[in-house]
Nanobody, 124 residues
């Protein structure tokens, strides 16, 4: 069973930047696509970004396109989410997840392993 540990969250002002990291255990990291999701209080967990196993393909929610960048370093078993031009509506707990073999990148049930989450708060 893979373990995913997120870090890098915090409090930032509107317009600021943060970089989230997700470190994965195990030797099969390179076999799986990875994703970032977020969940605001009282709301559903929603898709933010995903990246294919090789890193050659990336996918973004419309709300973060042009502001967020997902990347991965397979040598370090780590996936990143660079977040720029942050807005108060980006405030949420951010989770990284490992995708199952099948299914859409955009749907949380298609991701089988999840980290514990890291809080991102953007002040206005």
């Amino acid at each position: 069973q893979v373990q995913l540990v997120e870090s890098g969250g915090g409090l930032v002002q509107t317009g600021g930047s943060l970089r989230l990291s997700c470190a994965a255990s195990g030797r099969t990291f390179t076999n799986y696509a990875m994703g970032w999701f977020r969940q605001a209080p009282g709301k559903e967990r929603i898709f933010v970004a995903a990246i294919s196993s090789s890193g050659g393909n990336t996918y973004y929610a419309d709300s973060v396109k042009g502001r967020f960048t997902i990347s991965r370093d397979n040598a370090k078993n780590t996936v990143y989410l660079q977040m720029n031009s942050l807005k108060p509506e980006d405030t949420a707990v951010y989770y990284c997840a490992r995708k199952n073999d099948r299914g859409s990148y955009y749907n949380p049930p298609n991701f089988g392993s999840w980290g514990q989450g890291t809080q991102v708060t953007v002040s206005s």
